[in-house]
């Protein structure tokens, strides 16, 4: 094992604290029941930190704050370049803090801190610099209505809004979801996930420092149904937005009938990511191999289907397998390190799981197929990055989302087949092209039904392109423009000249 770099002395404050609190109403909180629970450092499975646990009874006394800071307070109502300034002076904070934000996550998810540094954190920054641009261009319009009216739209804030993410991108989802929300005015309580609440909540004290009202923003971490589930319910949260598995994501649409809340949904994928023959191959294997195996596979738009046109299958496969297992793995922290562990050891168990069911089912693992138990790695939940063959498109290993490094390599015979079968699924996030014929590359990009295409290139986001799902993937569209229209009412207003 390599030397670990050398923390940063603020995230030792951050994890060392008896019990890290909630953010509720601009103030530091332990939960109404007083009860904490343990975040765990996956590259060893020990405990990292002590979080309070918040449950119905900390939700309510957010819900609470949210409305009275989107009703009373001064957020919404802001001269707009003042909330523009307040997100940038945001975005400065978390580059500021990048070194330690980028530590953090890293102990805190597993994924090694090349991707805190250079993806996560100057992400999360550039969403929110993103969204503080439209603070002032987020306007209604005048309507050709009867001379005898004049007619114009507002663009209202929804409100109070209940924001639940996964544990895969921790901060940069936060910021996927708060960016928007609070750009259009709009008061949160936001609930990380139970594996990762800790840079929501270092988020949260960078949100007070940047100016920030109280109660705007309220961080309440805890589990699903528990604290997620008093979020869904709340009768003063006004919309929900989330990012997790299809199976949450149907309960959250099914909640949010009794109280018609706005619902918007990130969900899970099982993309193709489709490699004719004409492809410039070194690129397309580089691209495979992002496609899956970076942050581990925990990645809702993986390319998880590799289909490969039949006559380049094998040598890709093989090709593919040897670069996957020449990845280094090991903790995040240790520098090189390409891999880290999985999240959890639930997840362990869950990914681990999909490797015995894909070897019954017949398919055969080139690389990787196991845990990663190698001297140093034994208490931690790595999985080695894996590449099967003989799969069928109607193997469970081949619908079902693994959320680990592990991808499935299928054999296509043509642009027809590989859409039939690109498209054989319930998701629809994403998808990959790998060709060198630009009108065959136009044409699948139609044809595909994702939200997100990549032609010759893959995991590639920018805070002004929108994303999210077609079919079970979820619906509405965060980042871009799009995501403006998740956190806004429009107001239709009449009056007779
Ligand atoms: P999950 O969907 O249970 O958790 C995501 C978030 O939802 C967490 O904050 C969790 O506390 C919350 N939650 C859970 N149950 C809830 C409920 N009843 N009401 C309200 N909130 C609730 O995902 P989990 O269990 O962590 O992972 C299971 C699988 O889900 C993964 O293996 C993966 O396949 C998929 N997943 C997909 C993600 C994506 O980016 N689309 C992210 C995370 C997981
Ligand atoms: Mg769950």
Not at 66 to 87: C, H, N, Q, S, Y
Not at 262 to 274: A, D, M, T
Request: overall charge neutral; proline content about 6%.
């Amino acid at each position: 094992m390599g030397v670990a770099v050398q923390l940063d002395p603020s995230v030792d404050r951050f994890v060392k604290a008896p019990v890290r609190k909630m953010l509720i109403d601009g103030k530091w909180v332990e939960a109404a029941s007083g009860k904490t629970f343990a975040t765990v450092n996956p590259a060893d499975g020990s405990e990292l930190a002590r979080v309070a646990e918040g449950d119905a009874a900390d939700v309510d006394r957010a819900a609470r704050a949210a409305r009275r800071a989107f009703d009373e307070g001064p957020w919404p109502r802001m001269r707009p370049v003042e909330r523009e300034k307040i997100l940038l002076t945001l975005a400065d904070l978390i580059e500021k803090h990048g070194r330690e934000l980028a530590q953090l996550e890293t102990l805190d998810n597993g994924k090694s801190l090349i991707e805190t540094t250079n993806v996560d954190i100057p992400q999360a920054a550039g969403t929110f610099r993103y969204y503080a641009g439209w603070v002032n261009k987020i306007a209604g319009e005048t309507n050709p209505s009867d001379p005898a009216y004049f007619n114009f739209t507002l663009r209202e804030p929804v409100g109070v809004c209940g924001q639940i993410i996964a544990w895969n991108f921790p901060l940069l989802l936060a910021s996927w979801k708060l960016g928007p929300a609070l750009a259009c005015g709009n008061t949160v309580v936001l609930k990380p996930a139970e594996q990762t609440p800790l840079t929501a909540l270092r988020l949260g004290e960078l949100l007070l420092e940047a100016g920030v009202p109280p109660g705007v923003v309220n961080v309440v971490p805890g589990y699903g149904e528990t604290a997620g589930a008093a979020i869904v319910r709340h009768p003063l949260i006004d919309k929900i937005a989330f990012t997790g598995s299809t199976e949450v994501g149907k309960a959250i649409h099914r909640e949010s009938a009794d109280t018609l809340k706005r619902v918007s949904l990130e969900l899970g994928g099982k993309s193709p990511n489709i490699v004719f023959a004409d492809a410039d191959i070194e690129e397309a294997v580089k691209g495979a191999l992002i496609g899956v195996f970076f942050n581990q596979g925990e990645v809702c738009c993986a390319g998880t289907r590799l289909f490969v046109q039949d006559k380049l299958h094998d040598q890709f496969a093989s090709t593919l397998a040897k670069a996957a297992s020449g990845m280094k793995q090991g903790p995040g922290l240790e520098p090189g390190v390409q891999v880290g562990p999985l999240v959890s050891e639930e997840q362990l168990a869950r990914v681990t799981g999909y490797l015995e069911v894909g070897k019954k089912e017949g398919a055969k693992p080139l690389t990787g197929g196991e845990r990663n138990t190698s001297p140093g790695l034994e208490k931690g939940y790595f999985v080695k990055p894996t590449v099967f063959t003989g799969v069928r498109n109607d193997m469970r290993i081949a619908q079902e989302e693994i959320f680990g490094p592990v991808v499935s390599v299928l054999p296509f015979k043509d642009e027809n087949d590989a859409v039939f079968q690109g498209n054989s699924t319930f998701y629809g996030l994403a998808a990959g092209v790998w060709t060198k014929d630009v009108s065959k590359a136009h044409r699948i990009a139609r044809a595909i039904r994702a939200g997100t295409v990549w032609v010759n290139c893959y995991n590639v986001f920018d805070a002004a392109s929108p994303f999210g799902g077609y079919k079970q993937s979820g619906y509405g569209r965060e980042l871009g423009r799009h995501a403006l229209d998740l956190y806004t009412e429009v107001k239709s207003v009449w009056l007779k000249i």
